[in-house]
Structures are given as structure tokens and as C-alpha cells.
């Protein structure tokens, strides 16, 4: 399957993302968390993307574009991904249309994650990243032994730069003013499925899967509707 997760900020794209990916194998393919190595790892391309970050802003097309092309292209994404935060206005949208139909390929789903504006504050700021296991966790809905599992494995809870709260708003706006518009572009494509997203993480996880007509993975059962 090659989906894109649409949705603003919080509403839990990379977590149902991740989920996707640990349990039918599509990679999740977060522009965010590339962007954010390359800031980490302080190369060329990281340098000029971290401002446009840090101010909640959305980086150049170009930039994207660049890391999405050889993202797709690798192997392991040749039976399925998942994009996770890309794309995220018009001409990224365009762009992508353009790079899967080079080599052949089409979208199957856009899932929307529709999550109410106070829940996705709570989700964004209290969103930490545990610091040994990589786990994005969060302090107002994790169950506690996962927050215990990562302190006890002497990890620290961080927080994401652009959690804070004067940069979420600009984030949010940003959503508004240049994603939003893709709900309307994929719904006349005929790809879009909107999900209620503001339950718990395993209530979501299930919307989509039968949304998308996948079943249910778990430990000893087989996987219907693929
Ligand atoms: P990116 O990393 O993509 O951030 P985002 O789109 O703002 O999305 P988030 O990662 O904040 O939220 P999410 O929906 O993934 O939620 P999550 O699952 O973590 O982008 C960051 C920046 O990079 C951008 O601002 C921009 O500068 C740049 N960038 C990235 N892509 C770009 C592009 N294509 N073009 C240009 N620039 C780009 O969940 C949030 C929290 O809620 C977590 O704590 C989680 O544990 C919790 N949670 C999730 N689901 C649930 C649930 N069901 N119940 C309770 N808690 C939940």
C-alpha cells in the first residue's frame, strides 16, 4: 500500500505511521524526522533547513523533494510506504503526483486525521522523545510504564524543539493556510479517508486499518482483507 498520512500537527500521524510500518512492513517515510537527522547530523542540506524549522515554518520544496525522490527510490519501499508529513502544500503534492508516475507507481489513500484543536495542544505539548530508545512518548497519555520503562533504561524525556508553545501556533497556521488546501486536492482524486483520531492510540490504529482494509495484525492471527 502507499499511503500519505495528512493531518496538522499532533494529530498523530507518525504515531499510527510507525504502527503501519512495525506491523505490515510499509516504511514510514517522515519528512520531519529526516529533516531533523540532517539538522543533528549538521550537514549541508540540515543547516539550511533548521531556521525554517525552528520558526515553525515549512522548509524549501526543493529540499523535500530532493529527500523524498531517494527515499521512495530505495528498496525497501518498493512494495509500500507510508509518507508521513509529506506533502504538505499544492506544489509538493504536484511534485509527488510527477515523481510516482515516473517510475510507475500511484497513490492508494490519503488518511486524514481529524483530532479536535484542544486535544492536539495536549498531544503536541506534552509530546516527549525518550532519549535512549527513540519511543515518542507523551506525558499527559502514555500509560506511566512506558514513561517508567524509558527512565528505568536511563533515558531522559526531550522535547522536541518546535513543541514549544509559540512555535506550535505558527505550525498550526501554517497547517491551515498551506495543508489543509490537500484535503480538498485528494478528496477530488477520489484517495481521501477521513479518521476520527481523537482516541486512544490502538483505537485509531483500528479505524485505520478497516478504513483501509487491512484487518488487524496481532501476535498469532492472520491478516484479512490485504
Ligand atoms: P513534522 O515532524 O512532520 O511535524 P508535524 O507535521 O508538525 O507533525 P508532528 O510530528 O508534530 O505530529 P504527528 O501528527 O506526527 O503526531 P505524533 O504521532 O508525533 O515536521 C516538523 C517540521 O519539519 C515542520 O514544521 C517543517 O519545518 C519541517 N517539515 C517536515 N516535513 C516537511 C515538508 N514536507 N515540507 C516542508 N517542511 C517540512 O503525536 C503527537 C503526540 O501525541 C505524541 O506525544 C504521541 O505520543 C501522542 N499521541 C499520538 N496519537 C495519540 C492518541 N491517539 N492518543 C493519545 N496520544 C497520542
Same mark, same amino acid.
Given at each position: 500500500m502507499r499511503i500519505v498520512m495528512l493531518g496538522a500537527? $499532533? *494529530? $498523530?500521524k507518525g504515531t499510527q505511521a510507525k504502527r503501519l510500518e512495525n506491523e505490515y512492513g510499509f516504511p514510514q517515510i517522515s519528512t520531519g524526522d529526516l529533516l531533523r537527522k540532517a539538522v543533528a547530523d549538521g550537514t549541508r542540506l540540515g543547516r539550511s533547513a533548521k531556521a525554517a524549522m525552528d520558526a515553525g515554518e515549512l522548509v524549501s520544496d526543493d529540499i523535500v523533494l530532493g529527500m523524498i525522490k531517494e527515499r521512495i527510490a530505495a528498496p525497501d519501499a518498493a512494495a509500500g510506504f507510508v509518507l508521513d508529513g509529506y506533502p504538505r502544500n499544492r506544489r509538493q503534492a504536484e511534485d509527488l503526483e510527477r515523481v510516482l508516475q515516473e517510475i510507475g507507481i500511484a497513490l492508494d489513500a490519503a488518511v486524514l486525521m481529524d483530532v479536535d484543536m484542544d486535544i492536539l495542544m495536549r498531544r503536541l505539548t506534552g509530546r516527549r522523545t525518550c532519549s535512549k530508545t527513540g519511543k515518542v512518548l507523551n506525558v499527559?497519555? *502514555?500509560a506511566q510504564e512506558d514513561i517508567d520503562a524509558c527512565l528505568r533504561a536511563g533515558g531522559e524525556l526531550l522535547q522536541r524543539d518546535d513543541d514549544k508553545e509559540e512555535t506550535i501556533k505558527n505550525r498550526l497556521e501554517v497547517y491551515e493556510r498551506q495543508t489543509q488546501p490537500l484535503i480538498e486536492h485528494y478528496s477530488r482524486k477520489g484517495l481521501l479517508r477521513k479518521v476520527a483520531?481523537? $482516541? $486512544?492510540v490502538d483505537e485509531v490504529y483500528r479505524r485505520i486499518t478497516d478504513l483501509l482494509g487491512l484487518g488487524s495484525r496481532r501476535p498469532g492471527s492472520a491478516v484479512t482483507g490485504r
Amino acid at each position: 500500500m502507499r499511503i500519505v498520512m495528512l493531518g496538522a500537527p $499532533g *494529530s $498523530g500521524k507518525g504515531t499510527q505511521a510507525k504502527r503501519l510500518e512495525n506491523e505490515y512492513g510499509f516504511p514510514q517515510i517522515s519528512t520531519g524526522d529526516l529533516l531533523r537527522k540532517a539538522v543533528a547530523d549538521g550537514t549541508r542540506l540540515g543547516r539550511s533547513a533548521k531556521a525554517a524549522m525552528d520558526a515553525g515554518e515549512l522548509v524549501s520544496d526543493d529540499i523535500v523533494l530532493g529527500m523524498i525522490k531517494e527515499r521512495i527510490a530505495a528498496p525497501d519501499a518498493a512494495a509500500g510506504f507510508v509518507l508521513d508529513g509529506y506533502p504538505r502544500n499544492r506544489r509538493q503534492a504536484e511534485d509527488l503526483e510527477r515523481v510516482l508516475q515516473e517510475i510507475g507507481i500511484a497513490l492508494d489513500a490519503a488518511v486524514l486525521m481529524d483530532v479536535d484543536m484542544d486535544i492536539l495542544m495536549r498531544r503536541l505539548t506534552g509530546r516527549r522523545t525518550c532519549s535512549k530508545t527513540g519511543k515518542v512518548l507523551n506525558v499527559h497519555f *502514555s500509560a506511566q510504564e512506558d514513561i517508567d520503562a524509558c527512565l528505568r533504561a536511563g533515558g531522559e524525556l526531550l522535547q522536541r524543539d518546535d513543541d514549544k508553545e509559540e512555535t506550535i501556533k505558527n505550525r498550526l497556521e501554517v497547517y491551515e493556510r498551506q495543508t489543509q488546501p490537500l484535503i480538498e486536492h485528494y478528496s477530488r482524486k477520489g484517495l481521501l479517508r477521513k479518521v476520527a483520531a481523537d $482516541g $486512544g492510540v490502538d483505537e485509531v490504529y483500528r479505524r485505520i486499518t478497516d478504513l483501509l482494509g487491512l484487518g488487524s495484525r496481532r501476535p498469532g492471527s492472520a491478516v484479512t482483507g490485504r
